[in-house]
């Protein structure tokens, strides 16, 4: 028996969890999945809370969680049998989140992470306990990395005029520390609005790259207006009726053009509205450059 994700305390965000150690194990075993074990204080404190309702309740972060692991929630301030398990893992009781992720016998594989809420540790962290127990390393959850980039303000931001906006986008997104791409409008000039990470790569060597391509910089952009085509080859197909990241859109903007995997860039749940949508011949609402957190289906 799994929780209800979208009826179940706000500490445990929107992941359907297992309530049984056993039972999760056994499903560890029986998939070969790895278990992301929460302990977790519920009811429990702001910070309990803020875990929940932030990190475990962002869509595609929630939907790893559920898909690439076997998600167990213990409660630290319980009695009985998950205070058990509370102290078979050496765990405090009434403390701040602490996740372990171990295989289907209860092993930790990789070390136990505490204050799990920093983004880009637990990406990290479930990225080595995948690696460990064998398991491919989906694209979406690869491209995590990129939307916190840009969700937690590590991005830097560079405008580029451009003879055209729309190849402007797909070109620029091949750098590898470009992290989204988007057509747009600075006193009535095409530019594309470049996303990086500034740790990956200077502005100076964006620069030069745009350079190669016969872009030039705006070095003192005025009002940036978002075209009402961004990722043109995106909004051109059906993929425009899913709900995506940011790096998502830029990522599947350049591959349906180029005759990439698109399909590859999604989550299990996004793959499966896309043929929903294609079986019922791409109608629907335009969703793709909406925000991720409102777009996302509530009842899945």
């Known amino acids: ?27 560890a075993q029986r998939e070969g999945k790895p278990v992301f074990l929460l302990f977790q204080e519920v009811p429990g404190c702001a910070t309990c809370v803020g875990f929940g309702e932030e ?7 929630a939907e790893a969680i559920e898909n690439e692991f076997i998600p167990l929630a213990i409660y630290n301030n319980a009695k009985g049998e998950e205070e058990r398990i509370l102290s078979l893992y050496h765990e405090a009781p009434w403390n701040n989140p602490v996740v372990h992720f171990v295989d289907g016998w209860g092993a930790d594989t990789v070390p136990r992470l505490p204050n799990p809420w920093e983004p880009f540790l637990l990406l990290d962290r479930m990225t080595q306990a995948l690696k460990v127990s064998g398991r491919k390393l989906p694209e979406y959850v690869a491209l995590l990395a990129a939307e916190f980039k840009i969700k937690y303000g590590k991005s830097h931001t560079a405008y580029y005029e451009t003879p055209c906006f729309w190849s402007g986008e797909t ?20 530019v594309v609005k470049v996303t ?8 100076q060597e964006l620069s030069h790259f745009a350079g190669r391509e016969h872009f030039k910089r ?22 425009r009726l ?34 929903q949508h294609r079986k019922s011949g791409g109608d629907g609402p335009e ?7 409102e777009s996302w289906p509530d009842h899945r």
Request: glycine residues 4%.
């Open 1 to 27: 028996m799994q929780t209800n994700r979208n009826n179940q305390p706000k500490e445990l965000g929107k992941i359907s969890w297992y309530r049984s150690h056993q039972a999760a194990l056994d499903a």
């Open 242 to 275: 899913l709900p995506l990241g940011i790096s998502q859109r830029s990522r599947l903007n350049y591959a349906i053009p180029y005759a990439q995997n698109a399909e590859s860039y999604l989550s299990p749940l996004q793959y499966a509205l896309l043929q």
């Open 218 to 239: 705006v070095e003192k952009p005025g009002a940036y207006r978002k075209d009402v085509n961004p990722q043109y080859y995106l909004k051109g197909s059906v993929f």
């Open 171 to 190: 070109s620029m997104i091949q750098h590898p520390a470009v992290l989204a791409t988007e057509a747009g409008w600075i006193a009535g000039k095409e």
């Open 196 to 203: 990086f990470d500034p740790l990956a790569v200077s502005l």
């Open 287 to 293: 969703l793709y450059d909406k925000a991720i957190e």
């Open 55 to 61: 990190l475990l309740s962002y869509p595609l972060l």
